[in-house]
């Protein structure tokens, strides 16, 4: 079974520049994750996706950040116009639909991340 | 809110045993992941308790008592391999859409010296 797809794995920058991230979840996988793992931090979720809705986006900076997965598959995460704190890597991450699940485990799968560093 | 502490970093010798512990204090309890981290790498999933007691996995188990909010893990026979971090994360209580969410800790930076 291929896993989570992600690209690009680099990405270097200049403040006030604007990127883009694309994610492939496990065929299969409804619930999709983007985190921000700053250096010498755990993943912070972002937003999560179940199908092509939004769950949860509470902790999106939505000034600046922007995420759609418009056809329920693969998503992209946006940022506009980049600071120099947004250096971290943003992992992907997919789960089976929640309710057809095992809902006592919906183990989290991720992908590889893409480091983005902000000069 | 959600607060989750582990150690910030462990060292250990090969073949020893070691022990990573994650107190918790969150806002309802529906289980509780270990994942492991190599460097530039993404987590991987270790082991998941939503009851008391301990699971085992091989070379690694993983203990929770929900009353007192504190899991560890375990792992036995440390290989170099091991040297990594490692995230202990917890789930809120299911109540819908968005309760899968995961809330991680800071990472447990696991080295293992010869």
């Known amino acids: 079974e291929a896993g989570v797809a992600q690209s690009p794995r680099y990405k270097i920058i200049e403040k006030r520049q604007s990127v883009a991230f694309w994610c492939n979840p496990i065929?299969?996988?409804?619930?999709l994750y983007w985190y921000q793992q700053i250096l010498g931090q755990g993943p912070k979720l972002l937003i999560q996706?179940?199908?092509?809705?939004?769950?949860?986006d509470s902790q999106l900076p939505k000034d600046r950040f922007s995420a759609e997965r418009l056809k329920g598959v693969d998503s992209t995460l946006k940022i506009q116009p980049a600071k120099l704190e947004d250096s971290a890597v943003y992992l992907c991450?997919?789960?089976?639909?929640?309710?057809?699940?095992?809902?006592?485990?919906?183990?989290?799968?991720f992908g590889p991340g893409t480091r983005l560093l902000v000069l | 809110g959600q607060n989750i502490d582990q150690p910030t970093e462990m060292t250990a010798t090969e073949g020893a045993i070691v022990q990573i512990n994650c107190t918790y204090q969150?806002?309802?309890?529906?289980?509780l992941f270990w994942y492991q981290q190599h460097a530039g790498e993404a987590p991987t999933f270790l082991s998941y308790?939503?009851?008391?007691g301990l699971e085992e996995k091989g070379r690694f188990s993983s203990f929770l008592s929900r009353s007192k909010g504190y899991s560890y893990l375990l792992l036995k026979e440390l290989q170099m391999k091991d040297s990594a971090s490692y995230l202990c994360?917890?789930?809120?209580?299911?109540?819908?859409?968005?309760?899968?969410?995961?809330?991680f800790g800071k990472g447990t930076k696991l080295s293992v010296i010869p």
């Open positions: 991450a997919s789960s089976l639909d929640v309710l057809l699940g095992d809902r006592g485990q919906e183990t989290q799968y």
């Open positions: 065929s299969g996988h409804a619930t």
């Open positions: 996706f179940q199908n092509n809705g939004v769950v949860d």
């Open positions: 969150t806002s309802g309890f529906n289980g």
């Open positions: 308790n939503v009851l008391d």
């Open positions: 994360a917890v789930r809120p209580s299911y109540s819908g859409a968005g309760s899968y969410q995961l809330t």
